[in-house]
C-alpha cells in the first residue's frame, strides 16, 4: 500500500503552466506504476498519463499529448505532472494514483489514491 498526497493545483489563465506534484510513502515506492488521472466536475475520472516503475515508459492521454510530461523521481519518492500550454477544458480534479507492476489505463486498476488537487484555467 501506499500512501499519496498532491500538491501544486491552483488558478491559472490559459496558455499558462502548472506542476502537480505526487508525494508517495512507503519503502517499495519504485515497484509501482504511477497515474494521474483527472474529474471534470459531473463527469468521470479518466486516464491523462502515466508512468512505469522504473520511469523509461510513459503514456498519455490524447488530450494531453505534448503539452503534459509525467515524471518521477524514484530517490525521493515523488511523481509530478508538468502542464504547459493550459486550456479551460484542463480545469478538473486532478489526482494521483498507485499500481503495483504497469501502467493501465483504467482507474479501477489502482489501488491507492490521493486526495486531488484542483485545477482551475480561465479563459
Known amino acids: 500500500q501506499v500512501q499519496l498526497v498532491e500538491s501544486g493545483g491552483g488558478l491559472v489563465q490559459a496558455g499558462g503552466s502548472l506542476r502537480l506534484s505526487c508525494a508517495a510513502s512507503g519503502r517499495t515506492f519504485n515497484h509501482f506504476a504511477m497515474g494521474w488521472f483527472r474529474q471534470p466536475p459531473g463527469k468521470e475520472r479518466a486516464f491523462i498519463a502515466g508512468?512505469?516503475?522504473?520511469?523509461?515508459?510513459?503514456q498519455y492521454a490524447d488530450s494531453v499529448k505534448g503539452r503534459f510530461t509525467i515524471s518521477r523521481d524514484n530517490t525521493k519518492n515523488t511523481v509530478n505532472l508538468q502542464m504547459n500550454s493550459l486550456k479551460p477544458e484542463d480545469t478538473a480534479g486532478y489526482y494521483c494514483a498507485a499500481r503495483f507492476g504497469h501502467i493501465s489505463l483504467f482507474s479501477m486498476n489502482y489501488g491507492d489514491w490521493g486526495q486531488g488537487t484542483q485545477v482551475t484555467v480561465s479563459a
Open positions: 508512468i512505469s516503475p522504473s520511469g523509461v515508459d510513459t
